[in-house]
């Protein structure tokens, strides 16, 4: 957390630093300088640079013009995600149906969202052209060569070429991340839902309701209360126990694999890396088919007489192995499948990482008499653990979020026998991605989703941090040299 600490500090000192020079830029810069704060080419025109100038004022007026002629129709909105109500009014003139000029509330959110994130681009980029024209001012003054245009597009390819090839991702991110995410959690403060439904019904602001609704257990909000509870338990327990035993069942594999004593190891990797080469929705349908109800599992079962043992000692109440359709079982299950499915990519993982263990270190335990338990428990181990460790967290994170398992496995299958987790239309087997996934897809619940899916960030942004503040310390790395 000390690194946290420090991050923070250092980048609030830079934003301090660069207010302090801009109100310097502003108090001691020249007129050209001044004249900036209103025309933001002015002080490039001063200095010769004519192209940098033109630019500027083009940016200025474009965001000048986008906030008059577009942004201003639903800003102003904003506040109460529009009043009028869509309408069909019949037109005698025409003798045709047609609607009034309806608000349509989603497009008021959406398109104000994407205004002030316009408005805080230009508001950094505003302030650093002050800073920037107040730099070349001081430059002029000592006499110093100020860069032409060609010249500066020479030093993003060369000096500054980092800036270059971050200036697409960044603006992927803030297109395709960024502002879905800050819909997202905007949406969670609406009644969107099935009943107020754009563009034929309005919705609006509610506050914290939603959030009342998903962590309350008691009154009209009991349903979603009980279910958020129950799959938030099961998204945990699913995430440990599916991220330990692919992680321990992959390194025991690639070890077994690896051994002197294992005959035709190739052969065996082989057969492993082609699970993988198999798409993993086709194994996971085959694998749904094989354990349904009347699938080719429960029909050896029968055959055996497994099924009817089970009845009789009070294990099932049916004339088939629930193994996907029951509750208790299909969690069982979905652990125990899942381990097919992630094995071989952990053991692909493991098997470069154990070749690369220091041979020192496991020659001077054999020396010393360890045991290859003792060697495992306490070499082994712990170097794995130090070089996987930050892929170990995003595993974890992943399997949070991992909608094809569960998915793929229970759609359709399970149902639900428990009357409050079907009032919120919620599964025993869902976790919070899927639950998420069913109240958008299926019942058009966005309100709902939008607090699902903030509590899901910040449950994986709060264990990510945490987890690789600690994985990621520089203070163990010469116990494996």
Known sequence: MSQVKKGLQAFFGAVGSFFKEFGQAAAKGDLFVKLSLIWMGAGYIRRKQFVKGILMTIFEVAVIWYTLGFAMEYVPKFSTLGTVQ????????????????????FMILLFSLISFVVWAIFAVVYLYNIVAVYRLQKRAEAGLHINTFKEDMKEYINKKFYVTLLALPVTGIV??????????????????????MPPSSLFTWVGFENF???????????????????????????????????????????????????????????LF??????????????????????????????????????????????????????????????????????????????????????????????IDGATPRQTFIHITMPYVLFVTGPTLVTDFVKNINNFNVIYLLTDG???????????????????????LFNLTQNYYNFKMASTIGIVVFVICAVFTLIAFSRFLKGDREEAFR
């Open 212 to 270: 009342k609704s998903l962590f309350s257990s008691g009154g009209l909000t009991i349903t979603f209360g009980y279910a958020f509870g129950k799959i938030l338990v099961w998204t945990l327990v699913w995430a440990v126990f599916a991220t330990i035993t692919t992680y321990i069942g992959g390194i025991l594999l690639s070890m077994l694999i690896n051994s002197k004593k294992t005959k035709l190891p190739k052969l065996w990797r082989t």
């Open 86 to 105: 869509q309408e069909s009014v019949f037109n005698i003139a025409t003798m045709q149906t047609e609607f009034n000029d309806y608000d349509h509330s």
């Open 175 to 196: 297109v395709f991340t960024v502002i879905p995410l800050l819909v997202l959690i905007l949406v969670a403060f609406t009644n969107y839902d099935q009943q107020h």
């Open 273 to 366: 890396v082609i699970t993988i080469a198999v798409p993993q929705f086709v194994s996971l349908l085959l694998v749904r088919n094989f354990f349904a109800n009347n699938g080719i599992f429960n029909t050896f079962c029968a055959s055996i007489g497994l099924t009817d043992w089970l009845r009789d000692i009070g294990l099932i109440s049916t004339s088939y192995i629930p193994f996907l359709s029951a509750n208790g079982w299909a969690h069982v299950m979905i652990i125990l499948i899942n381990i097919w499915i992630g094995v071989p990519y952990q053991m692909l993982i493991a098997t470069g990482v154990l070749m690369n263990i220091p041979t020192e270190q496991l020659e001077s335990a054999r």
């Open 413 to 435: 299958v399970f149902v639900t026998t428990d009357q409050l987790m079907a009032n919120s239309q919620a599964k025993e087997t869902d976790l919070l991605i899927t639950w």
